[in-house]
């Protein structure tokens, strides 16, 4: 059963933006690392939260975003594969593996496998569809908004 007030805010991720589900007036909260990985790829470099995070290393990078700016090439894919491992990386994970595909188009495919210490490995599905950014999940921290 998920305790809904341990954790941080679990953030939506959105095209218009980072949405909140409420449950009972409680935000569903998250107890992973979904938030940090989220925003560790898709915050841009000097963002006003840099202010808060103590850990040099923890502090947002943006070069996936940089990367994701340029036109799409063979060497553009690769990357933003490397770019999206260094945005993410840090002492709080084991091991963390990026793969950028272009199926179709503007479409980019961006998935991320990372391994939270004593976790087992997580699966995280980014789309972006033109400017628009689409999250799916593989292991399913909907269940968050589930109930489950």
């Known amino acids: 059963m998920i305790d809904y007030f341990d954790g941080d805010p679990l953030l939506i991720l959105g095209s218009d933006g980072t949405d909140l589900i409420f449950k009972g007036g409680q935000p569903v909260m998250d107890q992973g690392f979904l938030n940090?990985?989220?925003?560790?790829?898709?915050?841009?470099?000097?963002?006003?939260?840099?202010?808060?995070e103590t850990v040099d290393a923890r502090?947002?990078?943006?070069?996936?975003?940089?990367?994701?700016?340029?036109?799409?090439?063979r060497?553009?894919?690769?990357?933003?594969?490397?770019?999206?491992?260094?945005?993410?990386?840090?002492d709080e994970f084991k091991d963390v593996k990026a793969?950028?595909?272009?199926?179709?188009?503007?479409?980019?495919?961006?998935e991320l496998q990372y391994t939270p210490?004593?976790?087992?490995?997580?699966?995280?599905?980014?789309?972006r569809n033109g400017e628009n950014w689409i999250q799916q999940r593989d292991n399913p921290q909907?269940?968050?908004?589930?109930?489950?």
């Open 36 to 52: 940090r990985v989220n925003l560790a790829l898709l915050t841009e470099s000097g963002h006003w939260s840099e202010d808060l």
């Open 59 to 73: 502090k947002y990078k943006g070069l996936t975003l940089q990367q994701i700016k340029k036109p799409i090439t």
């Open 75 to 90: 060497q553009m894919l690769i990357d933003t594969a490397k770019a999206a491992e260094t945005d993410v990386k840090g």
């Open 99 to 110: 793969t950028v595909t272009n199926p179709t188009n503007q479409s980019i495919n961006l």
């Open 117 to 127: 210490p004593s976790r087992d490995p997580q699966k995280l599905r980014l789309t």
């Open 142 to 148: 909907n269940d968050y908004l589930n109930g489950e």
